[in-house]
């Protein structure tokens, strides 16, 4: 049962173009998002996060939104770039009552071709 | 450049070892974690620890244990290795919430066969 969902294993984009990854969850007790990204042979690095009082997050090329009516948030590059060429986790969070436990999705692959 | 080290990236070992899993951080961060990365199941928490001593089970703690008598040092432990535990094992650290993100090391390819 998976309570964190990136339903497109992979995802190519032009140069330049925008890139739109997806997420969708299961859980409303989560009340903040993250991106991760990934290369190959590395860790995954955070990126940019929102909290569930909040609907648009921006940092740079990149802007995450949240719509928590449909338990679904994206993250956008803008514009897209070789560079951004690795596998983009989705994380939720929730709060416990010493830590926050975090779900994260299996992974989008985004491909930016040249 | 603060950063969480893992003290191999890749090992093979055999069916029945016994197998030590290092990670150290220089953050000073409170917390840590395993987890392990399998393709379409994206990260899954092994065990993670709070404090110099504590430790918690995770989602998927059957077959692991885990140490932390320092600080800045957070070790996993597979007791008997099995093929199944064949993965990419990540760790991670963060200072007090993780809603502002974990700092992961490189990650340990494991193989078991």
């Known amino acids: 049962d998976q309570q964190v969902k990136q339903n497109s294993p992979s995802l190519s984009v032009q140069e330049g173009r925008i890139s739109i990854l997806n997420c969708d969850y299961t859980n409303s007790m989560f009340d903040y998002f993250l991106w991760y990204k990934k290369y190959p042979a590395e860790g995954p690095t955070f990126l940019i996060s929102?909290?569930?009082?909040?609907d648009k997050n921006e940092d740079g090329r990149f802007t995450v939104f949240l719509n928590k009516s449909a338990k679904h948030l994206s993250l956008h590059i803008v514009p897209s770039q070789p560079g951004d060429s690795a596998v983009y986790f989705c994380a939720a969070s929730a709060r416990k009552t010493s830590y926050d436990k975090v779900i994260f999705g299996p992974g989008t692959s985004l491909s930016v071709i040249p | 450049d603060v950063k969480v080290t893992q003290s191999s990236r890749y090992l093979v070992k055999r069916t029945g070892e016994k197998v030590f899993l290092e990670c150290v951080q220089d953050m000073d961060h409170e917390n840590m974690f395993w987890y392990r990365q399998d393709p379409g199941l994206g990260l899954r928490l092994i065990y993670f620890?709070?404090?110099?001593?504590?430790?918690e089970k995770g989602d998927i703690p059957e077959g692991y244990s885990v140490s932390r008598e320092k600080k800045e040092r957070f070790s996993l432990i597979l007791e008997s290795a099995s093929t199944n535990q064949t993965s990419m094992y990540l760790c991670?650290?963060?200072?007090?919430?993780?809603?502002?993100?974990?700092?992961f090391g490189s990650g340990t390819r494991l193989t078991v066969v």
């Open positions: 929102i909290s569930s009082i909040k």
């Open positions: 620890s709070y404090d110099v001593k504590m430790k």
């Open positions: 991670a650290s963060s200072s007090g919430t993780g809603r502002y993100g974990y700092t």
